[in-house]
Nanobody
Framework: QVQLVESGGGSVQAGGSLRLSCAAN????????MGWFRQAPGKERERVAI????????DYADSVKGRFTILTDIPKSTVYLQMNGLKPEAPATYFC???????????????????WGQGTQVTVSS
């Protein structure tokens, strides 16, 4: 089974940027759908951004559109989340996950994804 390892989290001030990385331990093309999700304490895991790695099509949560970008480096089996204009909010753990597509589309719900990485924490202070 593919294993995913996230990195790049940390603490940043509001308005700053971070780039998260998700490396898959595979030399083959990653699964067709990769996604970034986040979860704050006491809240459900929510979708941040997803990408169809073959089509290059991506989709974002409304709350991050225009500020976050999901990027793929297929030869490195790595997916990135470039986060700009970070807003002050409760610390959250960001997870990457993989799954297959259905009908050429990537699912949006976290429950449809797996495997998952261990997560990396992001804290944005005001």
């Amino acid at each position: 089974q593919v294993q995913l390892v996230e990195s790049g989290g940390g603490s940043v001030q509001a308005g700053g940027s971070l780039r998260l990385s998700c490396a898959a331990n595979t030399r083959t093309h990653p699964t067709s759908c990769m996604g970034w999700f986040r979860q704050a304490p006491g809240k459900e895991r929510e979708r941040v951004a997803i990408v169809h790695t073959y089509k290059g099509a991506s989709d974002y949560a409304d709350s991050v559109k225009g500020r976050f970008t999901i990027l793929t480096d297929i030869p490195k089996s790595t997916v990135y989340l470039q986060m700009n204009g970070l807003k002050p909010e409760a610390p959250a753990t960001y997870f990457c996950a993989a799954t297959g597509s259905s009908g050429g589309r990537c699912p949006e719900a976290a429950r449809d994804y797996g495997p998952w990485g261990q997560g990396t924490q992001v804290t944005v202070s005001s």
